[in-house]
């Protein structure tokens, strides 16, 4: 069943037999959880916004587009997230060469064939010291330490009070 911005599954189960969840092995649509290689992950990060300012420290929400550009099927949903693709982060401060990998694992919405493409609403946990911060996704299999990073893809991330004007949004005039 799908609407606006919804879609409600039913999970396959048959009378008298243990649903498959249960083992783990499998993903909530029945991809095998199985470690995947970094071929596997070849992929497309397409951000929906290429900046955002974090004054609160409460977490932003970030969209992004991700197609899989592999040959497997990327498992998504389960009940436990070993084994399931999903997103991370790397930040490190603008100007500077080394990243810090962020902790908090975005699960894609749900499993993602070969050509499909799903947004994954990430939430971004921004550093503590204000600055001028790049971040670049990732797609990582959690579990197996597999991860695949887009640097094309890198958002640029403003923590604390903007020293700028923020732009206008679409559609109001300039002042």
């Known amino acids: 069943m799908e609407g606006g911005d919804f879609q409600i599954y039913e999970l396959p189960y048959q009378k008298g037999q243990r649903p498959s969840l249960g083992d783990g092995r499998v993903s909530a649509f029945e991809t095998p959880k199985t470690a995947m290689t970094s071929v596997d992950l070849r992929g497309e990060v397409v951000p929906l916004r290429e900046r955002i300012h974090d ?9 992004l587009r991700i197609r899989n550009r592999g040959t497997l099927t990327w498992p998504g949903v389960g009940v436990s997230r070993e084994g399931l693709v999903g997103v991370v982060f790397r930040v490190r401060r603008a100007g500077e060469s080394d990243y810090q990998r962020m902790d908090r694992f975005n699960r894609l919405p749900t499993d993602l064939g070969p050509g499909q493409e799903a947004i994954v609403w990430s939430m971004v946990f921004s550093p503590r010291s204000p600055g001028d911060y790049e971040l670049v996704p990732c797609l990582a299999q959690a579990g197996f330490e597999l991860i695949r990073c887009f640097e094309d893809s890198t958002i640029m991330l403003q923590v604390g009070e903007s020293r700028s004007p923020p732009p206008p949004r679409q559609g109001e005039a300039q002042r």
């Open 55 to 63: 004054r609160m420290h409460m977490g932003l929400p970030l969209p």
